[in-house]
Structure formats: structure tokens, C-alpha cells
């Protein structure tokens, strides 16, 4: 294994600041820009890793407070570690939990000394601190640690975004001293709401601590989509700018393109598996309802030109059909296909800027979806 992580960029849009490049792991590179998988529990919901594989995903997710809560990180660290446990190869990404602990726990009590809560899978207390954060995803050993940090809504107010801004800070300062590094990097996460004079100093201290990595979190929690995508036009050029940058829980296909569009290179999103359970395909038009009466009886494949496993084995009216029986297939097959569809226009992405026709791709893309 490399000791070390190691970020380079191929080639910029001039016009747009798209980046492709190559992000040097432990585990493997992973060319950039790049959509992730969520496998939140040790596992992407529904998909073998070997789906994932024939679907050429690079990298994935799991979480933290997940797999603190259960089965635990002694667990999988007896087991070898995260990746023998999932038997995944290639790297992983864990978040630190902090969003989960922000939306699910109860009875949170925020300190500097971390965040007291109770499970909401059985009510018992515990304090999750920057020290326990770093224990818990050494022993997962997880390729990139994420920071404990704390995430704002939208709305709050700038003296609840300029506290928060200012915990997370603190807790990343402790973070950095309780990491250890070798195999394994970590991300401090940009936080500071929509207030732009709060991410300008949180882009400062997180730039300070950030060895091959950084990360923009509070984004995709309730504004607008042009409003995020202000707020990474002016994040973009005061960014470190030669290592990856990772924009938290986004990943719609309009997002992809825009994210990428502001010198976004890594990407994630529990969206795709979501639809995909609930009948609904990503598809160059929008989004497709496949479980509606009008693909009963069509037989052709989610998308005529989508080398996923689902489009080149199974129709519409097929997974309709399974989707509206309560089948399992059926959402394991839209999952199938709604992340090979990110995935591969991450894929088209970095060929457009690496061909020097991002702009017109861009705008190709915009014709289409709707």
C-alpha cells in the first residue's frame, strides 16, 4: 500500500473552473470529477459491492453514528475492518456522523466538549465527541475520515451559523491531534450557513488543517438550488485549490452538473436508492415514474443507451411490474441504474474537460433534462 494521499489535476475548463484530476489513495485512484454511493450501513441498500463494481463505482460511503450505534466499531474492527466486513476493496469514505446525530438522535445537548444524545434506535445516552469520532473511524478504518462538525439549517439565524461555525472549529482542532494518518486522510468540513463572511473564515482555519482534501458541508438542507449554487461560485476561488473538494450530500443529476461546473470534484447523495424504492429512474429527460399505468405495457429499457444491467436486461413494463408488486428486484434494479446513471455522467463530465467541450456538454445536458 502507499503511505500517503496525493491529489493532481489533469486538466481545468478554462471557462468554468471544471476540474479533472486524479485522486492517489491507499486503496486505488480514483479519477475525478466522481459521484459516491452511500452504503450508510456498511452496505449501498439492495446492491452485492459486486453490483457496484460492474457499475465502476470508485469509492463509497458509510457513517459513523451508524455503525457506532450498530453493530458497533469494535465489531468491525474485529472483523477486520470496514472494508473486509462489507468485502469492498476499493476505498471508503465515513462521514462523521455529525449530521445523523443533528437529525435523528433526541435530546441533544451541544457542548464544546462534543454532543450528548440518545440513540433513536433504543434511547440510550451517549456522548459523541471529536476524540470518540476519530477513535471510531480509525477502527472502521475508513479511507477518508470526515470531522466532527455542526450542521446549521437553512434559516438559521447568522448568531446560530456563527456558533455552530465556531464549535465546529474547536472540535476540528481536536480532531486533527486525535487523527492518526498513514493510511488514512482527513477532510475538515466548510461550515457557516449562507453567510459568506462566516465560510470565508471557516474556509481559513479548515484550509489550515487540510492535508489532501476539504469538504463543504450545510449545503442541500432546505434553499434554494440557486442559492447553493451562489454560495459555491463564491466558495470556488477561495478554496485550496490542489486538493479535492468534496460538496456533502448532493446528488441530483442537474446538482452533479452544476456542482462539477464550480470546481466540485466528489459528490454523494442517498437520493438515487431512495427514488429508485419508491419507482422512479433518473433518466438525460428528468426523472421517470416507472410504477405509473403508461410503462405497462412498454418494453423497451429505462434508457435506450444506458449500459447498466438493469437497461440491458429488463423493460420498463418488467420493473413497473415487480415495483408494483412489492418485489425486491424491482428497486434493486432502478438502484442499479440510477447509480450507474450519476456515475457515468461524472464519467461524460471528465471526458468534456478532458476533450475541452465541457461548456457544450453542460449545455447539451440543460436541452434534455427537464
Known amino acids: ?109 451541544v457542548s464544546t466538549d462534543g454532543v450528548e444524545f440518545r440513540s433513536h434506535l433504543s434511547g440510550e445516552k451517549f456522548m459523541m465527541t471529536p476524540e470518540l469520532c476519530m477513535e471510531i473511524q480509525r477502527s472502521l478504518d475508513s479511507d477518508i475520515h470526515m470531522a466532527l462538525d455542526q450542521c446549521t439549517e437553512a434559516g438559521a439565524s447568522y448568531a446560530e451559523a456563527e456558533k455552530a461555525a465556531e464549535l465546529s472549529k474547536i472540535w476540528l482542532e481536536r480532531c486533527v491531534k486525535a487523527h492518526q494518518g498513514g493510511n488514512h486522510i482527513l477532510f475538515p468540513i466548510i461550515q457557516g450557513n449562507l453567510y459568506k463572511d462566516l465560510r470565508v473564515k471557516c474556509v481559513d482555519y479548515c484550509s489550515k488543517h487540510a492535508k489532501c482534501g476539504i469538504a463543504i458541508g450545510g449545503l442541500s438542507v432546505g434553499e434554494e438550488k440557486s442559492t447553493m449554487y451562489d454560495m459555491l461560485d463564491f466558495l470556488n476561488p477561495i478554496m485550496p485549490h490542489d486538493m479535492p473538494r468534496y460538496l456533502m450530500g448532493v446528488g441530483s443529476p442537474d446538482c452533479l452538473i452544476e456542482g462539477f461546473a464550480r470546481g466540485i470534484d466528489m459528490m454523494d447523495c442517498v437520493l438515487p436508492t431512495r427514488i429508485a424504492r419508491n419507482g422512479t429512474a433518473f433518466t438525460k429527460y428528468g426523472k421517470m415514474v416507472v410504477k405509473n399505468s403508461r410503462y405497462k405495457d412498454d418494453f423497451t429499457p429505462i434508457e435506450d443507451d444506458c449500459d447498466c444491467y438493469a437497461c440491458k436486461h429488463y423493460t420498463r413494463a418488467y420493473i413497473r411490474h415487480l415495483i408494483n408488486a412489492g418485489e425486491m428486484l424491482g428497486a434493486e434494479l432502478l438502484s442499479i441504474h440510477n447509480l450507474r446513471f450519476l456515475i457515468r455522467l461524472a464519467e461524460n463530465t471528465r471526458n468534456a474537460i478532458l476533450g475541452d467541450y465541457f461548456p457544450e456538454f453542460r449545455e447539451d445536458f440543460w436541452k434534455l433534462y427537464k
Not at 484530476?21 to 452485492?48: C, E, N, S, Y
Not at 465502476?56 to 477486520?80: D, W
Request: aromatic fraction near 10%; glycine fraction near 10%; charged fraction near 25%.
Open 1 to 109: 500500500m502507499k503511505e500517503n494521499f496525493s491529489y493532481e489535476i489533469i486538466k481545468e475548463c478554462p471557462k468554468t473552473g471544471a476540474r479533472a484530476g486524479i485522486f492517489h489513495t491507499p486503496r486505488g485512484d480514483i479519477l475525478t470529477p466522481v459521484f459516491m454511493p452511500v452504503g450508510t450501513q456498511a452496505t449501498v441498500k439492495g446492491l452485492r459491492p459486486e453490483d457496484l463494481s460492474d457499475m465502476s463505482a470508485q469509492i463509497i460511503l458509510s457513517n459513523t453514528y451508524h455503525l457506532f450505534l450498530r453493530p458497533g466499531h469494535e465489531i468491525v474492527e474485529k472483523a477486520g475492518g470496514l472494508h473486509k466486513f462489507m468485502n469492498w476493496e476499493k476505498p471508503i469514505l465515513t462521514d462523521s456522523g455529525g449530521f445523523q446525530v443533528f437529525s435523528l438522535a433526541d435530546l441533544r445537548k
